[in-house]
């Protein structure tokens, strides 16, 4: 009996240790999800590539390279090739392969049109820089799937004239996949939008996904909008899908 205790003890003295190091693993933090996030998105290979992609008829281009970035949109319009290009935030208009001279609110639209397509097409990528405010919120379960849910602001230094805007990112716990996100804006009146993602594939190491787009009443709060979900009083909007996509990665100087 006394051999048999002896036998016994070490098993249950290690099992209790076991739980109690599984009961007090320390929770992520935000900063830590949405690194994470990045990893399972496409990781370092951000820092160096080339994307291409096709978006409600018009071509969109993204080089990252050495800390620098150069965005485009091109398309036609009365019969003239219109290009949009933002480099390192200085932004011009060519039309026909020449520069043209934009009013202020001009400038400021087609950069911001050209901007907001590639931000969305390339998330999580610059989630992690340092001038985004992360901030942890209460998880939740959607669709019967456990979700980290982490809000970004990014203040007056990093969020240009749409400063006040809020996101909400939906990180699945396990997989660490953005599966649904959630904004607010205040031009044109003010919304706030959700975005259900599918058809995710990976080009070239980079995962990439489509998104059904809701809406729902503008003061409805974007933090929120996951129960708004869940309980149906969404109504679809539209739906944001990339086409013919492409992914060249660049070495490293």
Known sequence: MGMKLRNILP???????????????????????VYRAVAAHGGGLYDNMEV??????????????????EYERTYEADGRLVKDL?????????????????????????KTATNTVIYFALLPFNLDNPVVNRQLMR???????PYHKVEITYGKNGGGKDFENVYVYWV??????????????????????????????????????DYINYTIDKDFPAQELDYAFVTDQLKELSRIDLDHIQVNLLSAK
């Open 11 to 33: 098993l249950a003295i290690t099992a209790l240790l076991l739980f109690g190091c599984k009961a007090e693993e320390k929770e992520l933090t935000a900063d830590e999800i």
């Open 52 to 69: 291409q992609f096709d978006f409600r008829g018009r071509h969109f281009r993204a080089k990252i390279a050495e800390g620098s970035y």
């Open 86 to 110: 933002i480099k390192d935030d200085k932004y011009q208009r060519i039309l026909d392969q020449r520069e043209i001279q934009l009013k202020e609110s001009e400038l400021s639209s087609y």
């Open 139 to 145: 998880p939740v379960d959607i669709k019967g799937e």
């Open 172 to 209: 699945h716990q396990e997989k660490f996949t953005i599966d649904y996100l959630a904004y607010s804006f205040n031009i044109n009146g003010g919304g706030v939008r959700f975005r259900e993602a599918y058809n995710a594939r990976m080009v070239n190491g980079i995962r990439f996904q």
